[in-house]
């Protein structure tokens, strides 16, 4: 029963492009999934349901990862109304604000982590081509319901690039994991800091920072596994004497 539902959620997930695995087991050096952010679970929670926006996926990654959350938006923003149509993508209309002085400022910074997040749609299935009811190629799975007749094509392919504030550029998921894996110390710095919130039950004061940096140093020189953050976190102060 356990396999089958398990199976029953890789063939929601998976698409023609990305059969489902046998079993689970470590993801091939090739797969687009491996690590928090290409989790369904994550993947959902920053779409609306409907259609996926690289600026709440980037929010999340900026605030959630890096541990630097974006400030939040100017009041009379207009909100992006997608094309359901399928003729311009989403990242076609966002590239317009971007390129606006105004909302560069924190847009160009927020939104391209996420590019690379494209590759995923509102559930987290791995996608090559966005969806669309108006123009396009007849998708092997069209019919989203035979009784509401409603239908999809495929609409305009995928362009999970991008490139950061730092000029680093990727190509698509895999790519953008390692230039943010190689910032190892931001994301153990980001990451000790929940973990210390979650298990002092407040936000980290002004006085905590000298030792979430101790914390962070000590992990660091042991290669800077999760096993090994937690364990420092334990048996330090900050925690011992909350
Ligand atoms: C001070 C930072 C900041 C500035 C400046 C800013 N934004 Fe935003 N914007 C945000 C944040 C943060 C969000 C919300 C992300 C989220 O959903 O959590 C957002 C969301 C949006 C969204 C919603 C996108 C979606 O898919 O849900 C649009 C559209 C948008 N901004 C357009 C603009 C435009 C156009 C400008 C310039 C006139 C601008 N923003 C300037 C920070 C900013």
């Known amino acids: 029963m356990r396999g089958l539902s398990i199976w029953a959620f890789c063939a ?32 959902k929670i920053t779409a609306n349901g409907t259609t996926t926006s690289p600026v709440p ?11 630097q959350p974006p400030e939040p938006p100017p009041p009379n923003v207009a909100a992006v109304e997608p094309d359901v149509r399928g003729a311009t993508t989403i990242r076609e209309l966002l590239d317009k ?10 847009h160009a910074k927020m939104d391209p982590p996420s590019f690379a997040l494209e590759s995923f749609d509102v559930i987290g299935g791995f996608r090559t081509r966005y969806r669309s009811i108006g123009e396009g190629d007849p998708a092997p799975r069209g019919a989203i319901d035979p009784f509401i007749g409603i239908s999809f094509k495929l609409g305009p392919p995928v362009d999970a690039s991008g490139a950061l504030l730092s000029e680093q550029k990727f190509s698509g998921i895999r790519e953008f994991q390692a230039i943010a894996a190689a910032n190892s110390e931001l994301l153990l710095k980001n990451l000790a800091q929940q973990f210390a919130i979650y298990a002092i039950g407040h936000d980290i004061a002004f006085n905590d920072r000298d030792q979430i940096a101790g914390i962070v140093a000590r992990s660091h020189k042991q290669g800077g596994g999760i096993r090994t953050l937690i364990h420092e976190l334990t048996q330090s102060p900050l925690f011992q004497t909350r």
């Open 57 to 67: 996926r980037g929010a999340f990654v900026q605030d959630r990862i890096f541990g």
């Open 97 to 106: 604000h971007r390129n606006n002085i105004a909302c560069a400022g924190c």
């Open 12 to 43: 929601v997930l998976c698409t023609a492009a990305e059969p489902p695995p046998a079993k689970l087991k470590p993801s091939a050096p090739d797969c687009p999934r491996g690590g928090f952010i290409t989790q369904a679970a994550i993947l």
